[in-house]
Structure formats: structure tokens, C-alpha cells
């Protein structure tokens, strides 16, 4: 069995809190095959066997301290394509091990994701997995610092692993990984254009305004069955604003009656929905419902509904990213009927880059009936089905593969010609762009029945060995 596990001596005293970002080690967790992956999640897609590595590397916390973080590594097989890379940003872990690169914390999504064939990387976060210290969760900084040193770290050592990378750069997350994917796009276009390009970006179901939308879906009159988030942004902001929160501790903004279990849970002792499920009995027992209202003090609560200057609303807002102009194509996929982040975070988040200029940038409602746990799916699907429009796999840095193939004519009524040079087909499959298949051919690969296809934009999947080759269709009536 394959165990790398490289060290590398570092010095102690970091020259700056801008210090190169450097593998410290990697160690080799598992592979898994493309065929196990189709048949555990029933994804048509996933073409590639996946290597899995725990990555430890220099980053920095988020008061800008020199500190290390951990993060999975995924990197799809192949001997002979140069993979895009992905930067894939997890949700609200429980606690401290529930991690990607402890093969927890959703890590089946990224696997998913690099068997299609992106070289994949998924940030563990500061303060969790190997990282000290507490987590500042939706911190947009250290969220996205903790990405970036990542794909900087690991850039190289395919000299190592034996992986080609080209110069694309996709990002997506989900729930809080939604949050601090776009934290890490705006970072990068602001400030890393140098280093790397975004090449497209797909934010699902996050909370994007954390001071606006959030507070007043949360705090309202409604019952809100997530109330440790409250909690856990609370402790976020205190560890990443001491200056700013140096008068706002757990008692200054919980009554008393809550507290106990939430110092439990801020010295690690419980988990983060073990808190939920006790914060929610004691509101449904002293109040009648589930409503973070009647936790907070009298003193904070007209603060955080006027999102005024108030110091605990001020911090909240700095983690807000819903006002910025992406250059990149941007999609925010939601589910109108999502119950713990409000959909409104992202037809906000579209207005207003809209208004500053964003050329490519739409607000998706992928399934208006799912509610949170129930949108993954949909989201994913359709960002997976819209980024083959931009991905490329190429035998070196700048040729694309799909070149060999040729489809003709689009749009099309009736049929599809399909002209392809040395390639041995094993199958054609048109999907929509909700990643639903629409019909499948086994045969006749050169000439492809669609009369029975209703009009619409489609994408054809040409399999052929290890390789997946994709064209846009337009199909008219």
C-alpha cells in the first residue's frame, strides 16, 4: 500500500505573516475507483480513479498570525491529461474532526468533483482539523486565506504525486462552503490576479449577507431550528475581532439561562449540534418555539435588527460579500424553500453585482421545493453541468482534447453529426442543464436521433475510455 509522508524542517519564527505557503507534510489515504464512485453516488459523470491525501501546510489565523492548517488533496488518474484545479469549500462541520481530510466533514462531495476531473483541494478551515485554536466560522478572511495557501502549497507537488495541473481555477462550496468559496473568489480577483485566474465560480446556498439577510431570516418572528449557528458566528467573532468585540464576550450577548452549554461547546466538550438540539429544547421549553430571539440579550437584540455601529453588527458586517463585481462567471445556485440560509442572500448578492458591473453573473433557483439538506443535489448537478461549457482537459497545458470531435449541424431538429478522429465510443448520453439525462445512445455514434428530444439547450457526454468529451447542443423545432 502506497504511504508518502514527507516533512519538511521549517523554521519556527516566520520572516512575516506573508510567509511563503509551504507543504509541511502529505500523507496518502486511500484511492478509490471511478466505478466505485458511480456506483455509490449514482453519478454518470465521475470517468477518473481518485488518489486521497491529508495535507498539512503554513497558512495564517485569522488575526493574521503565522499558524498551519490541514486540508484534503484529491487527484484524479490519469497518465496523460493535464486537470483543471478546484478549489471546493466544505459546509458547517460539528466539530474539530468532522473534516474533509479526515475523510468527514461532506468529503464526498470534493471526491465526486475530482473524479469528473478536476484536481481538487478542500480546506480543513483555521481552527479545525489540524489547525489550533477556535474556528472562526463565516470569517471571510481566514476562510479565504485557508483556501488559497492551499492551492499555493500544493501547486507544485504534483513533482511529488505525479499530477499534471493547467492554468483553470474553479471554486464552488456549499452553505458555509458557499460563503467562503466566494470569500476566496473575491479575494483572488482582488488581490491574487497574479498568481492564478478564476476561470468560473459556482456559489450554493450561502449566506452571503451575514449581517442583513441572515439576521432578520433568524431573529425574526418565525422558528428557526439552527440556533448554534448564532452561537458559533458569536465565538467566530470574538476570536477574529478581540479589538473590536474586546467588550462582547458569550454572557454580554446570550442570556444567562443559555450559556452553560454553550461555554460547553466553545471549550470543545460538545459538538455543534448536540448544542442545537439542547439550545432548541430549552427555547421550546421556556418560550413555546424555536426562536434565537429569546436568547440574545435585550441590550444586543435592536442592534442586530438595525444592523447599526453597534460593535457585534459592525463585525458581522465585515464578513458580508454580496457587494463586489466578479470578473469571472458567476452563478449562485439556491433552493427557495432552503430553511437554514435564506434564498434571499442570493438574489441580494445577484442585484447587487449586477449593479456594480458583473457581465456574467445569475442567480439560479435549481429546485424551489427542497429545502437545505435537499438542494445539494440539484446545485451541484447544475454547476457541475454548466462548468463543462468552460472546462478544458488537455494533453499539455493548452490543447483541449475535445478538438478531436466535431458536432454538426447546431442547432439541429432532427439529427446530430458526430465526426470524431481515432476515438473508440463507448456511449453518447444527452443531458439538460439540471444534469438530468434525456436519452442515451449505444450505437449509430455518428448520426444521432434527437426528433424525439423536446427544444431546448442541452449538452452532449461522449465517453470514450478514460476521457469525457462535451459539446453544447441546441435543439429546435
Given at each position: 500500500m502506497k504511504n508518502v509522508f514527507l516533512s519538511l524542517i521549517l523554521s519556527i519564527s516566520f520572516i512575516s505573516s506573508i510567509s511563503a505557503q509551504e507543504i509541511i507534510s502529505y500523507e496518502f489515504l486511500q484511492n478509490r475507483t471511478s466505478e466505485s464512485i458511480q456506483n455509490e453516488f449514482e453519478n454518470p459523470f465521475s470517468l477518473y480513479d481518485v488518489d486521497l491525501y491529508k495535507i498539512?501546510?503554513?497558512?495564517?489565523?485569522?488575526i493574521n498570525e503565522p499558524d498551519t492548517a490541514s486540508g484534503l488533496l484529491l487527484v484524479p488518474l490519469s497518465e496523460d491529461l493535464y486537470f483543471p484545479r478546484l478549489c471546493y469549500q466544505h459546509g458547517t462541520v460539528g466539530s474539530r474532526d468532522d473534516v474533509p481530510s479526515n475523510l468527514q466533514g461532506g468529503y464526498q462531495l470534493?471526491?465526486?468533483l475530482a473524479s469528473i476531473g478536476y484536481l481538487t483541494t478542500a480546506a480543513d478551515f483555521i481552527?479545525?482539523?489540524?489547525?489550533p485554536g477556535n474556528h472562526p466560522y463565516i470569517h471571510s478572511d481566514s476562510e479565504a486565506s485557508a483556501a488559497i495557501d492551499m492551492l499555493i502549497a500544493t501547486k507544485t507537488l504534483g513533482e511529488d504525486l505525479g499530477y499534471n495541473i493547467n492554468e483553470q481555477l474553479f471554486i464552488t462550496g456549499y452553505s458555509q462552503g458557499g460563503h467562503a468559496g466566494m470569500a476566496a473568489h473575491k479575494e483572488i480577483e482582488e488581490n491574487y490576479s497574479d498568481q492564478m485566474t478564476v476561470t468560473a465560480a459556482s456559489h450554493m446556498s450561502g449566506?452571503?449577507?451575514?449581517?442583513?439577510k441572515m439576521i432578520d431570516f433568524s431573529l425574526g418572528d418565525d422558528e428557526y431550528f439552527f440556533v448554534a449557528y448564532l452561537v458559533n458566528v458569536a465565538i467566530s467573532m470574538k476570536t477574529a475581532y478581540p479589538q473590536l468585540m474586546a467588550n462582547y464576550d458569550l454572557e454580554d450577548i446570550f442570556k444567562p439561562e443559555y450559556l452553560d452549554d454553550m461555554y460547553e461547546f466553545r471549550n470543545e466538550e460538545i459538538d455543534l449540534f448536540t448544542l442545537n438540539e439542547r439550545l432548541i429544547d430549552k427555547l421550546e421549553t421556556l418560550h413555546g418555539a424555536s426562536k434565537p430571539k429569546y436568547m440574545i440579550q435585550d441590550s444586543i437584540l435592536p442592534h442586530l435588527l438595525a444592523a447599526d455601529d453597534h460593535p457585534v453588527p459592525t463585525a458581522l458586517k465585515l464578513n458580508d460579500l454580496y457587494d463586489w463585481t466578479p470578473q469571472a462567471p458567476t452563478r449562485l445556485m439556491y433552493c427557495q424553500n432552503d430553511d437554514q440560509v435564506f434564498y434571499e442572500n442570493s438574489v441580494l448578492a445577484e442585484e447587487v453585482m449586477l449593479a456594480n458591473g458583473?457581465?456574467?453573473i445569475e442567480a439560479i433557483d435549481v429546485d424551489s421545493s427542497q429545502d437545505h439538506g435537499g438542494c445539494v443535489t440539484p446545485a451541484t448537478t447544475s454547476t457541475v453541468v454548466w462548468w463543462f461549457n468552460y472546462r478544458i482537459l488537455s494533453t499539455d497545458k493548452n490543447i483541449n482534447i475535445n478538438d478531436n470531435i466535431n458536432v454538426f449541424p447546431n442547432p439541429t431538429a432532427d439529427y446530430i453529426e458526430v465526426n470524431?478522429?481515432?476515438l473508440e465510443i463507448s456511449s453518447i448520453e444527452l443531458f439538460d442543464f439540471q444534469g438530468r439525462a434525456v436519452k442515451r445512445f449505444l450505437q449509430n455514434f455518428n448520426r444521432l436521433d434527437v426528433q424525439d428530444v423536446e427544444a431546448g439547450n442541452y449538452l452532449l457526454m461522449i465517453k470514450e475510455d478514460q476521457n469525457i468529451y462535451q459539446k453544447q447542443i441546441h435543439i429546435i423545432k
Open positions: 498539512v501546510y503554513t497558512t495564517k489565523n485569522a470534493p471526491l465526486v481552527g479545525l482539523g489540524e489547525s449566506p452571503y449577507s451575514v449581517s442583513g458583473t457581465e456574467d470524431y478522429k481515432d
